[in-house]
């Protein structure tokens, strides 16, 4: 039984994945030909709370789609893995919004996003949904929704007393204000990178770390940089390298979601810090083994039994 005393809440976005699989990304100019297409729900706060809700969290959603069928089938897709819905309205005569996604055999992709309802998403309309977050324990929030409806969110979570959980993500500049109302940030490379001001690259734990220190002296609390395969460094008062679990990639779209809404179930059952990135970790790592966002998202059982495979015994 989900434990609603421990209630995560994610503000953010809701598209409809479509999928295009082939051997390399296209450069520009060029024509490939694939081998696969799927169309599937994303969004990176759809996925996020899809993944909290399918790994035992007690999750509302809120958010915006089109009232069209792309916008039906995401709610109900959400609705079946019970997440409640209640805060996601469809706008009339606004498509929902899309992501182009196109996947190499490598497991590596590059996406394009058509924000379509996702733009309509107002502070207005978090400042309605304020009872929401009262009783909330986590807030998530990722960057796929205009900015001031982000702030809008993150200060309605900390007036709820609730831990925010910021996934800077896809990049871009953010104010001062919405890194100190955040409690913790989940960047990735890139991300963090740029957060930094530095160019996009990959980073050693090193790197990361001495990025985190940077973000921190902007007034970020914890962060947790998020290393793909290598795992995530966690820091705070110190630094700590938690490695991921060695697995075939099949597509590694939405594995960063996956991390952040196992990462919030964990914490919301009172996991410390590092034991929930060893569970968001193992998590993620099974998602890029399946081809999807949502859909390749691992059950609880699946998960658990992961961790012991890998790593038995209790946290």
């Given at each position: 039984?989900?434990?609603?005393?421990?209630?995560i809440?994610?503000?953010?976005?809701?598209?409809?994945?479509?999928?295009?699989?082939?051997?390399?990304?296209p450069?520009a100019?060029?024509?490939?030909?694939g081998?696969?297409?799927?169309?599937?729900p994303?969004?990176?706060?759809?996925?996020?709370?899809?993944?909290?809700?399918?790994?035992?969290?007690?999750?509302i959603?809120?958010?915006?789609?089109?009232?069209?069928?792309?916008?039906?089938?995401?709610?109900?897709?959400?609705?079946?893995?019970?997440c409640?819905?209640?805060?996601?309205?469809?706008?009339?005569?606004?498509p929902?919004?899309?992501?182009?996604?196109?996947?190499a055999?490598s497991?590596?992709?590059c996406?394009?996003?058509?924000?379509g309802a996702?733009?309509?998403?107002?502070?207005?309309?978090?400042?309605?949904?304020?009872?929401c977050?009262?009783?909330a324990?986590?807030?998530?929030?990722?960057l796929?929704?205009?900015?001031?409806?982000?702030?809008?969110?993150a200060?309605?979570?900390?007036?709820?007393?609730?831990?925010?959980?910021?996934?800077?993500?896809?990049?871009?500049?953010?104010?001062?204000?919405?890194?100190q109302?955040?409690?913790?940030?989940?960047?990735?490379e890139?991300?963090?990178?740029?957060?930094?001001?530095?160019?996009?690259?990959?980073?050693?734990?090193?790197?990361?770390?001495?990025?985190?220190?940077?973000?921190?002296?902007?007034?970020?609390?914890?962060?947790?940089?998020?290393?793909?395969?290598?795992?995530?460094?966690?820091?705070?008062?110190?630094s700590?390298?938690?490695?991921?679990?060695?697995v075939?990639?099949?597509?590694?779209?939405?594995?960063?979601?996956v991390?952040?809404?196992?990462?919030?179930v964990?914490?919301?059952?009172?996991?410390?810090?590092p034991?929930?990135?060893r569970f968001?970790?193992?998590?993620?790592?099974?998602?890029?083994?399946?081809?999807?966002?949502?859909?390749?998202i691992?059950?609880?059982?699946?998960?658990?039994?992961?961790?012991a495979?890998?790593?038995?015994?209790p946290?």
């Amino acid at each position: 039984m989900k434990d609603h005393s421990r209630r995560i809440l994610v503000a953010g976005s809701l598209n409809m994945d479509l999928v295009a699989c082939a051997p390399r990304i296209p450069v520009a100019g060029e024509t490939i030909t694939g081998h696969k297409f799927l169309s599937t729900p994303g969004g990176k706060g759809a996925n996020q709370a899809y993944a909290a809700a399918k790994l035992g969290g007690s999750v509302i959603m809120l958010g915006r789609v089109g009232d069209d069928d792309f916008g039906r089938v995401m709610r109900a897709n959400l609705a079946q893995v019970g997440c409640d819905v209640g805060g996601v309205a469809a706008i009339p005569d606004v498509p929902s919004g899309v992501a182009l996604i196109f996947v190499a055999d490598s497991g590596q992709n590059c996406i394009v996003i058509v924000p379509g309802a996702n733009g309509r998403f107002t502070p207005e309309d978090i400042d309605r949904s304020q009872e929401c977050f009262e009783g909330a324990a986590l807030v998530l929030l990722q960057l796929e929704n205009p900015l001031p409806t982000v702030l809008a969110a993150a200060r309605a979570g900390r007036r709820a007393g609730a831990t925010v959980v910021l996934d800077p993500a896809p990049a871009r500049e953010i104010p001062e204000e919405l890194l100190q109302l955040c409690d913790i940030i989940t960047p990735n490379e890139t991300e963090a990178s740029l957060l930094a001001g530095l160019p996009p690259a990959r980073l050693t734990p090193e790197q990361a770390a001495a990025i985190a220190r940077r973000l921190q002296d902007r007034n970020a609390r914890t962060v947790i940089v998020k290393l793909g395969e290598k795992g995530c460094l966690l820091v705070d008062t110190a630094s700590q390298l938690l490695t991921a679990p060695k697995v075939p990639a099949v597509d590694t779209t939405a594995a960063g979601d996956v991390f952040n809404g196992a990462l919030a179930v964990a914490l919301s059952e009172g996991r410390e810090l590092p034991a929930a990135c060893r569970f968001a970790n193992a998590a993620a790592a099974l998602s890029v083994t399946r081809l999807g966002a949502q859909a390749a998202i691992p059950s609880r059982a699946e998960v658990d039994a992961f961790q012991a495979q890998i790593a038995p015994g209790p946290e």
